[in-house]
Nanobody, 121 residues
């Protein structure tokens, strides 16, 4: 059974930081682009960040550029999202995705259950 498990979400004040983690079981991240997406109530899931399979290229949504950093550790089969200077509009459920396109198109077959991030003012 393929499982992607996100963790690290929580409640943080505006300007604070969180680090999200995503680990995989029953599947390897090695050789695949990995990405993060988020969703708020009433809105479609949107692209946040992606890192290429060879750990060379990254892409970010304009809304998070210069504040968020995506990284990966294939030895640990994990991908991370360091989120700094969080704003209220960053509130949402964050999902990792395996085999995403760097342009921000997810592979619909590989989602985790998500982790809630709430930014309070």
């Amino acid at each position: 059974q393929v499982l992607l498990v996100e963790s690290g979400g929580g409640l943080v004040q505006v300007g604070g930081s969180l680090r999200l983690s995503c680990t995989g079981s029953g599947t390897s991240f090695k050789g695949y682009n990995m990405g993060w997406y988020r969703q708020t109530p009433g809105k479609e899931r949107e692209f946040v960040a992606a890192r290429s399979w060879n750990n060379v290229h990254t892409s970010y949504a304009d809304a998070v550029k210069d504040r968020f950093i995506i990284s990966r550790d294939d030895d640990k089969n994990a991908v991370y999202l360091q989120m700094n200077n969080l704003q209220s509009e960053d509130t949402g459920v964050y999902y990792c995705n395996k085999d995403t396109r760097l342009a921000g198109t997810p592979n619909q077959n590989f989602w985790g259950q998500g982790t809630q991030v709430t930014v309070s003012s």
